[in-house]
């Protein structure tokens, strides 16, 4: 039973190109976030949408944009591919926004490689 | 500076040892987490701190919060080779719109 799943888990592309990662949790949390986990094993917070609504954006190029069609998808689409794209993102949920002392629960990752 | 500092970056012990990774926070910690990653999976979640003096164990791994050193640290004891991995502590900062600021994350190497 996988309580946070993304896919892919793995992704190679050629620069340019736009590519989607998507992300589904079953834990029927109301709150799902991005993380980006850069080569340099630094795990940094992009994106949170709580009940499908945006709260946490932080500085992040507009070619990254974020969908979230019901509270139990958060989709992260990417334009435009560039070669320090390539890191790891994590996708995670918790019951309640952060700041409530919510346990964020953490999906496989998906790792981005661009050529 | 990093808003999160973890110590040591890197550590390699004996099967049966224990040891100790710490966290400390330059700002006010409003929740301490720690999760432990192992190369191709996600973060598991290991335990979560609110107040200050408390400690968490689970099996063989304690965590206790000092909210005046705004410092927490995760102790191992016996260890494994099934305890491997990154561990990362994060936290809710003050003044970062509760967003979840992690640490570079300690890489524990175990040897049988």
């Known amino acids: 039973d996988t309580a946070v799943s993304q896919t892919p888990k793995y992704l190679v592309t050629q620069m340019g190109n736009d590519k989607s990662i998507k992300c589904e949790q079953n834990?029927?949390?109301?709150?799902m976030y991005w993380y980006k986990q850069d080569s340099k094993k630094f795990l940094k917070i992009m994106f949170s949408?709580?009940?499908?609504?945006?709260?946490i954006n932080e500085t992040v190029p507009n070619r990254f944009s974020p969908k979230s069609p019901d509270k139990a998808h958060l989709n992260l689409h990417i334009n435009s591919l560039e070669l320090g794209d390539s890191a790891v993102y994590f996708c995670?949920?918790?019951?309640?926004?952060?700041?409530?002392?919510?346990?964020?629960?953490f999906g496989p990752g998906t790792r981005l490689l661009v050529l | 500076s990093q808003e999160l500092e973890q110590s040591p970056q890197s550590l390699i012990v004996q099967e049966g040892k224990n040891l100790t990774i710490n966290c400390t926070s330059s700002?006010?910690?409003?929740?301490l987490y720690w999760y432990k990653q192992k190369y191709g999976e996600g973060l598991i979640f290991l335990m979560m701190?609110?107040?200050?003096?408390e400690e968490k164990s689970h099996e063989k791994i304690t965590a206790k919060l000092d909210e005046k050193k705004q410092q927490s640290s995760l102790h191992i004891t016996a260890s494994q080779p099934s305890h491997a991995g990154i561990y990362l502590c994060?936290?809710?900062?003050?003044?970062?719109?509760?967003?979840?600021?992690f640490g570079k994350g300690t890489l524990l190497t175990v040897n049988p």
């Open positions: 949408y709580n009940n499908k609504e945006l709260i």
């Open positions: 701190l609110q107040k200050g003096g």
């Open positions: 994060g936290a809710e900062l003050t003044g970062s719109n509760y967003k979840l600021t």
């Open positions: 834990l029927g949390h109301d709150t």
């Open positions: 995670a949920s918790s019951q309640g926004g952060p700041g409530n002392g919510e346990t964020q629960y």
């Open positions: 700002k006010t910690l409003y929740g």
